[in-house]
Antibody, heavy 117, light 106 residues
Framework: EVQLVESGGGLVPPGGSLRLSCAASGLTFSNYWMSWVRQAPGKGLAWVANIRQDGSEKYYVDSVKGRFTISRDNAKNSLYLQMNSLRADDTAVYYC??????????WGQGTLVTVSS | DIQMTQSPSSVSASVGDRVTITCRASQDLSNWLAWYQQKPGKAPKLLIYATSTLQSGVPSRFSGSGSGTDFSLTISSLQPEDFATYYCQQAKGFPWTFGQGTKVEI
């Protein structure tokens, strides 16, 4: 069974930084595109970033470009999201997600990031 | 970016009802459309991908249809565990985008 476990969320002031991690198990991690998806409180789902199996391709939603960096360590079965220059509108639950062709078939339980002074 | 518009934003229904949710894309998706169910405080769950392919383990009362820009999710006979929020998502190209969600309420 695929398990994705996020960590690293918390309270951070505007302009601060945070690094999210996602530990993957039950799959050959290096075979899959991975993604971060977020959900602001009471709002819908919003894709944040994707990364190719070997890390050679990365895509970001416009609102986080230049501030967030997605990365992975296949030897550690781990996905990361480095978030800098955080803003109040980055407040959300951040989900780690495993991609297949045309779908997200596994999700973590999410980690809450709150940007507030 | 491809915009996804779901309707209705909420629907009130009873156990046993047939419920249909629609999703319209701003561009032709071919069949690159998926549906997810989310319950409060939980991660989303994949229901349907490629417009009409049921994910393993999902009950057959869920079905999807459509092509191009217009798609729908139908629950043929609503069960108590189906009360949740449903999202469509296009996978035609990055950035993948979601509809705003449809809450199915009692």
């Amino acid at each position: 069974e695929v398990q994705l476990v996020e960590s690293g969320g918390g309270l951070v002031p505007p302009g601060g930084s945070l690094r999210l991690s996602c530990a993957a198990s039950g799959l050959t991690f290096s075979n899959y595109w991975m993604s971060w998806v977020r959900q602001a409180p009471g709002k819908g789902l919003a894709w944040v970033a994707n990364i190719r199996q070997d890390g050679s391709e990365k895509y970001y939603v416009d609102s986080v470009k230049g501030r967030f960096t997605i990365s992975r360590d296949n030897a550690k079965n781990s996905l990361y999201l480095q978030m800098n220059s955080l803003r109040a509108d980055d407040t959300a639950v951040y989900y780690c997600a495993k991609l297949m062709v045309g779908k997200i078939d596994s999700w973590g339980q999410g980690t809450l990031v709150t940007v507030s002074s | 970016d491809i915009q996804m518009t779901q309707s209705p934003s909420s629907v009130s229904a009873s156990v046993g009802d047939r419920v249909t949710i629609t999703c319209r894309a701003s561009q032709d998706l071919s069949n690159w459309l998926a549906w997810y169910q989310q319950k409060p405080g939980k991660a989303p769950k994949l229901l349907i991908y490629a417009t009409s392919t049921l994910q393993s383990g999902v009950p057959s009362r869920f079905s999807g249809s459509g092509s191009g820009t217009d798609f729908s999710l139908t629950i043929s006979s609503l069960q108590p565990e189906d009360f949740a929020t449903y999202y469509c998502q296009q996978a035609k190209g990055f950035p993948w985008t979601f509809g705003q969600g449809t809450k199915v309420e009692i």
